[in-house]
């Protein structure tokens, strides 16, 4: 069973460019979390998203940020205009269920903005 | 709302010796309380969580953590650190009845000395 995965690994977009981060959760997962890392900082809870619903989006910015996570395939963050201040590293968990149930990891993508 | 302290940035340690990392929390009713751990470029392990039950928790790679409620406190344990767990750890909690919305701490780098 793989991991939760992310991609692209590393992402580098010029100022008021579109990123497009791509989130596969474990098989059997329909839960993806979505946080960011900013440097020398801790995770800061972004978006919340079952199958096609968006659950709790309390931690996106009002503006230029958007998730999805449709019936088939990955969970999407898009970035819309990105601005230096987006460069981050984007990490996405998945759980089968949101309640008593552990919560794993990609291993992120690191959007630079140039 | 809740939070978590991580009062210590950075922490060395040698081979061999005890570890302690400290985390304080937050929180309005009984939290779920995790321990992370994140190598160079990579994403979250868990090493631990707590529920409820026993408050001395054991983990994966030797860790423990006890829960102490009085103190509002979590903190992680090691007997003997080993090079290898060089790292930064991160102390998260979630919301009573589980839910993977985790507040993370800042973090702590560890580094340990040969």
């Known amino acids: 069973n793989a991991g939760v995965m992310q991609n692209p690994r590393h992402l580098v977009r010029r100022r008021g460019q579109e990123a497009r981060l791509r989130c596969s959760p474990m098989?059997?997962?329909?839960?993806v979390y979505w946080y960011r890392q900013l440097p020398e900082e801790g995770l800061k809870f972004m978006v919340y998203?079952?199958?096609?619903?968006?659950?709790?989006e309390s931690g996106m910015p009002k503006e230029r940020f958007s998730a999805e996570f449709p019936k088939e395939g990955p969970s999407i963050l898009r970035i819309q205009q990105v601005v230096r201040g987006d460069s981050a590293a984007y990490f996405c968990?998945?759980?089968?269920?949101?309640?008593?149930?552990?919560?794993?990891f990609g291993q992120g993508t690191r959007l630079t903005v140039v | 709302a809740q939070s978590v302290t991580q009062p210590d940035i950075h922490i060395t340690v040698s081979e061999g010796a005890s570890l302690e990392l400290r985390c304080n929390y937050s929180y309005g009713a009984t939290p779920y309380l995790f321990w992370y751990v994140q190598s160079p470029g990579q994403g979250l392990q868990l090493l631990l969580k707590y529920f409820s039950g026993d408050t001395l928790v054991q983990g994966i790679k030797g860790f423990e953590a006890e829960f102490k409620r009085s103190q509002s406190s979590f903190n992680l344990r090691k007997p003997s650190v080993h090079w290898s767990d060089a790292a930064e750890y991160f102390c998260?909690?979630?919301?009573?009845?589980?839910?993977?919305?985790?507040?993370f701490g800042t973090g702590t780098q560890l580094k340990v000395e040969l």
């Open positions: 998260a909690v979630g919301p009573t009845g589980g839910g993977n919305k985790l507040t």
């Open positions: 098989k059997g997962h329909s839960h």
């Open positions: 968990a998945s759980s089968p269920r949101d309640g008593g149930s552990e919560a794993f």
């Open positions: 998203l079952q199958k096609e619903n968006i659950i709790d």
